[in-house]
């Protein structure tokens, strides 16, 4: 929590420029809202419960960032976050999922994001239990007339021990020193791990109970049941991944887990509603039909972000202070065919622009995680090395914005069908024919012989994703 308190709406921005290119408004924004909730949650009077977030709504065609900015977003506050398309959910009464499930998902998240750090602070700990654990396993002790004396699984001990006890010691010692030292990681050796539930409950309630009461009953089942346990002969080093996983549940409280993630989930949660445009009643259309759908949706959306109380089988969630950011193309329907009581939770509005040629070659070259950059890890795999001149990239640039002119403008999801047909050739061939050692200069002179010739012939159709 430190961390993030420390993070100022310019540094917040500082972290989205690492992988997202342009979109300022946006950015500055969102920054804006997480350093308010942070800001909320350092008010000490009573008014902290009633400071609100100011939801977003994120208005822009598909590939021009929207969904990245709400992921890194969580990334960098090391908040709980799900991402849902509205187009998914129907109307109560109606088959298929109900908009609670939304917060159910983020609770999910929540509570798997505080197990990690929870597991993490016990690590040490419970290796150092899995090391007992294993060595007890190697180390049998046997009883015997009176005495407990230790059979060492193999012994190369040339010197002679003074009693049992000491034996054991030193036997004991020897291994830890091997186990820590990796020599005994590929050794097999038996442990007793839990079965899982045979029994589902999947048919009980004849399809008449929710997410909730589903996996609470679930639950309440599978803890009443015994638990079965089963041996399984594993090499060292699997066998520490997997009474680490024992150990480490055995020393968190889980009961501690599901509240400090409710309090997570309240406090810092983001939903991401993706395709929120597919949901509003288009311009002058009145009547029936897949409008009165829509417009039912929106309306079991809104007592979610408004703020209400959500059942989850972790306990009861209030989404009052859970972040909300919806996002949509907004080609047919406008923001203002939502319904006014939706449009009213969603008071920040921001317009991401199209992406420019100049974006495009930014984006190749600048990000954290450019697609130029991953495209020399995976040959980089097999030790054949990729390399990109400037005007290379240039002109990847070009030809991506020209088909989303010519074609449909999809945004930067194009350079990954530009840069797949132009590599692909090549990573067919490694490494059979092109071997290890090797290298690739893509030149402008290369993608324009891949690329130009689809662009002049207009049969563009297999870059539509």
Known sequence: MEKILSLTPRQIVAELDKYIIGQHDAKRNVAIALRNRIRRLMVKTDIQKDIVPNNILMIGSTGVGKTEIARRLAKVAHAPFTKVEASKFTEVGYVGRDVESMVRDLVEQSVALVREQKNESVKEKAAEAVEELILDILIPPVKSAGFTRAIPVDSDTNAEPNNDAELNERTRER?????????????????????????????????????ASMAGLQDMISNMMPKKVKKRKVSISEARKILLEEEMSKLVDFEEVKEEAIKLAENNGIIFIDEIDKIASKSGKNGGGPDVSREGVQRDLLPIVEGSAVNTKYGVINTDHVLFIAAGAFHVAKPSDLIPELQGRFPIRVELQSLTQEDFSRILREPKNALTKQYQALFESEEVYLE?????????????????????????????????????????????????NSKIMVTKEMVQDRLSSLVQNRDLSQYIL
């Open 175 to 211: 291994f830890r020193e091997k186990l820590r030292d990796g020599e005994l990681d590929e050794r097999k050796i038996e442990i007793s791990v839990k079965a899982g539930s045979p029994m589902g409950v999947g048919m009980i309630g004849n399809g008449m109970m929710d997410d």
């Open 388 to 436: 990109f001149n400037d005007e290379s990239i240039e002109e990847i640039a070009r030809l991506a914005f020209l088909i989303n002119q010519e074609v449909e403008n999809i945004g930067a999801r194009r350079l990954h069908t530009v840069m797949s047909h132009l590599l692909n050739d090549f990573l067919f061939e490694v490494p059979d024919t092109i071997t290890a």
